[in-house]
Structures are given as structure tokens and as C-alpha cells.
């Protein structure tokens, strides 16, 4: 009878967890036929004219307003045209899907250091570095994020992080380190 009753269980448990993959993979087979069938990527990167660009991602997004990659997407592209407003709204919204890589968090902590809420940046950039150990923009604007809030022992322990990242590279972050310093950047 036990060994019925621990079979049992056993496929039960099989049986959930199959539940969890199809689940996790129908969600990718969702944004990714969106992808395929409103954004493809490589059609998308051959877009030199960024407002086309803009244009095609804009227009996915508003046929499928619930996929995490496309609001990511459209967040992303924003942030890049400067449109900080407009990029916080669709990463917030990618977020609140269930959004939660460190290249999200990452894009969440540039916006709000933009719009100068550094508690805000603080806590996304921290999370992309716990999401992301390796991401170096993560950490440099944690660095900036930190210097910003005086926290110069916060902004020093992630420029070491920049430095593990990156040996060598030590120019990509000297504004900071001049900073810590004391001097003009």
C-alpha cells in the first residue's frame, strides 16, 4: 500500500510539473509567435529609420498589450530615443506582467535615474545585479545611482564590481572614480 501511495504521489508530482512546463512554454510560444507574427527581429534590425522602428514595436505592443517582451521592447526603445515618460510606462507595465530578467531591471534603473527618483533606481539596479551578477551597465549605474545618494561606499564596492567585470577597462568608469576622488569628473 505504500509503495502504491508513494507511486502515486510520484506521478502526481510528474503530472504537475508537466502542467508547469507546458504552461511556461505555451507563454513563450505566445510571445514568441507574437514576435514571429507582428515583430519579427530580423525585420526589426534591418529598420535603420528609428521612428519606423518605434512604429513596428508600438503597433505589436497594442495588438498583444499583455507580452512582457513587447512592452520590455517598446520600453527599451524609448529609453534610447530619450522618451523617459514613455519608457517608464512600458517597462512598469512589462513589470507588472510578470516581467523580471535583469535586462528589465536594468532599463527600470536607467529610466529612473533619468528622472532623478534614485531610490527607485537604487532598488532596480540592485535588482538587475542580483539578477544579472555579470552585467556591467548594471553595475556602473548603480555606481552613479549611489555616488548620486552620497552612499560613497555603496558606489565604491560597485565600481569593484566593474572592475572584476571588466580588467582593464578602468576608462569606462573614471568619471565615477574621479568623483569618489573628489574631483571633476
Known amino acids: 500500500a505504500?509503495?502504491?501511495?508513494?507511486?502515486?504521489?510520484a506521478g502526481a508530482a510528474i503530472s504537475v510539473r508537466r502542467v508547469e512546463v507546458w504552461h511556461d512554454e505555451l507563454s513563450l510560444w505566445r510571445d514568441w509567435a507574437v514576435q514571429e507574427w507582428y515583430l519579427p527581429v530580423d525585420r526589426t534590425a534591418r529598420v535603420r529609420d528609428a521612428d519606423a522602428k518605434l512604429g513596428l514595436i508600438e503597433d505589436?505592443?497594442?495588438?498583444?498589450?499583455?507580452?512582457v517582451l513587447l512592452q520590455h521592447n517598446l520600453g527599451a526603445l524609448r529609453l534610447e530615443r530619450g522618451d523617459t515618460a514613455g519608457a517608464?510606462?512600458?517597462?512598469?507595465?512589462?513589470?507588472?506582467?510578470?516581467?523580471?530578467?535583469?535586462?528589465?531591471?536594468?532599463?527600470?534603473?536607467?529610466?529612473?535615474?533619468?528622472?532623478?527618483?534614485?531610490?527607485?533606481?537604487?532598488?532596480?539596479?540592485?535588482?538587475?545585479?542580483?539578477?544579472?551578477?555579470?552585467a556591467f551597465f548594471a553595475?556602473?549605474?548603480?555606481?552613479?545611482?549611489?555616488?548620486a545618494r552620497g552612499d560613497r561606499d555603496g558606489a565604491r564596492a560597485a565600481l569593484a564590481a566593474c572592475a572584476r567585470i571588466r580588467p582593464g577597462m578602468e576608462h569606462l568608469w573614471q568619471p565615477e572614480s574621479n568623483a569618489l576622488a573628489g574631483e571633476a569628473p
Open 60 to 67: 505589436a505592443a497594442r495588438a498583444a498589450p499583455r507580452s
Open 139 to 147: 553595475w556602473l549605474n548603480l555606481a552613479r545611482v549611489r555616488l
Open 2 to 9: 505504500g509503495l502504491a501511495a508513494a507511486a502515486a504521489l
Open 88 to 134: 517608464l510606462a512600458a517597462l512598469e507595465t512589462a513589470r507588472q506582467l510578470g516581467g523580471d530578467s535583469g535586462i528589465l531591471w536594468l532599463n527600470l534603473g536607467r529610466a529612473y535615474l533619468r528622472t532623478g527618483d534614485m531610490a527607485q533606481a537604487d532598488a532596480a539596479l540592485r535588482r538587475a545585479v542580483a539578477a544579472e551578477p555579470y
